[in-house]
């Protein structure tokens, strides 16, 4: 699996778009690009995900650069609730592996 | 779909008790996968099944642990004797289980504290 970076933390004023970049300079053309969030004492959430077009699905639109080596997840109206821990993971989508999380992005929205 | 179902939600028992946690992967998904989520170590895989089958168990910690899918709506994993080290969350997840389709859904997890 390519390797992710991710900022370690964010701040984002309620209301506000929050967009929470992902590196992943060595993604390889069969690897799709997820994110995933937990809300503190949550389970893991899944949000979105795509290959190489831009997706937008009724939690949030990902942008994929057009060399595809980083990501931008944008939640156009942070909510308090959408605080939580963000994770860009890359994979390919066997249908049958476990899930690696790196340490995330802390996303805090500001009231 | 109610989703992912877990219980119990929290369990506190003393060292050396068995301890059953239980799950009820979303209907359809042929997947189904065992984390275990703590401060220290972060989400580590414990166990994952495809279509009631254990495919890979290499995260299952000692022999202390098992788990068991006896039909394609029902999970259980087992720790017994347990241990004060065995608490964390637990967390069960499913998924569809085909190629393009690794989305995992996740239950909302137990809170295992062994004193």
């Known amino acids: 699996d390519a390797k992710t970076t991710q900022p370690p933390s964010m701040d984002c004023a309620e209301g506000r778009a929050a967009n929470l970049p992902c590196n992943h300079s060595?993604?390889?053309?069969?690897?799709?690009v997820y994110w995933y969030r937990q809300i503190h004492s949550q389970g893991p959430q899944y949000i979105i995900h795509?290959?190489?077009n831009n997706e937008t699905n009724e939690m949030a639109s990902l942008i994929i650069t057009e060399d595809r080596k980083s990501s931008t997840l944008i939640l156009p109206h942070a909510t308090l609730r959408d605080t939580a821990v963000y994770y860009c993971?890359?994979?390919?989508?066997?249908?049958?592996?476990?899930?690696?999380f790196g340490s995330g992005t802390r996303l805090q929205v500001q009231p | 779909d109610a989703g992912v179902i877990q219980s119990p939600r929290h369990e506190v028992t003393e060292m050396g008790q068995e301890v059953t946690l239980r799950c009820k992967p979303i209907?359809?998904?042929?997947?189904l996968f065992w984390y275990r989520q703590t401060m220290m170590r972060g989400l580590e895989l414990l166990i994952y099944?495809?279509?009631?089958?254990?495919?890979?168990d290499s995260g299952m910690p000692e022999d202390r642990f098992s788990a068991k899918m006896p039909n394609a709506s029902f999970s259980t994993l087992k720790i017994q004797p347990s241990e004060p080290r065995d608490s964390a969350v637990y967390f069960c997840?499913?998924?569809?289980?085909?190629?393009?389709?690794?989305?995992?859904?996740f239950g909302p997890g137990t809170r295992l504290t062994v004193l």
């Open positions: 993971i890359v994979i390919v989508p066997t249908g049958r592996r476990a899930l690696t």
């Open positions: 060595t993604i390889s053309g069969n690897e799709y």
């Open positions: 997840a499913s998924s569809p289980g085909v190629a393009g389709a690794d989305t995992q859904y």
């Open positions: 099944f495809n279509n009631n089958v254990p495919i890979d």
């Open positions: 795509g290959l190489k």
């Open positions: 209907s359809g998904h042929n997947s």
